[in-house]
């Protein structure tokens, strides 16, 4: 969580957050909300800070989105289940709007 990790401390500011540069590394990186009451953000935000700070994509959204399920503590074929029939279809449906 982005949010989170500026008001802990860990990064300064979004432009600064290790993620910009880990994507490009191609690091499997994901976008969450750790404590949404607490940090006073919601997914939405989240993605909204990283796309203004790195200039993101819909592909960029979409890769971390799947980066998620990836590491998500579920069977495999859920996993991919979720992203074959939910995850792509959904950005697709967007995407085409």
Not at 9 to 29: D, E
Not at 57 to 79: C, G, H, M, Y
Not at 85 to 93: D, I, M, N, T, W
Request: aromatic letters at 8%; glycine letters at 4%; a positive charge.
């Amino acid at each position: 969580c982005p949010t989170s990790n500026l008001q802990t401390g860990a990064a300064k500011t979004i432009a600064t957050h290790p993620i910009g540069a880990l994507a490009k590394l191609r690091f499997r990186v994901t976008i969450n909300t750790d404590n949404r009451l607490m940090s006073r953000t919601s997914m939405t935000n989240e993605m909204i800070e990283v796309v203004k700070a790195f200039n993101w994509t819909f592909q960029d959204l979409q890769r971390v989105t799947i980066n998620a399920l990836k590491s998500s503590f579920i069977p495999f074929e859920e996993r991919l289940a979720i992203i074959e029939e939910v995850v792509k279809p959904g950005y697709l449906a967007i995407a085409s709007e």
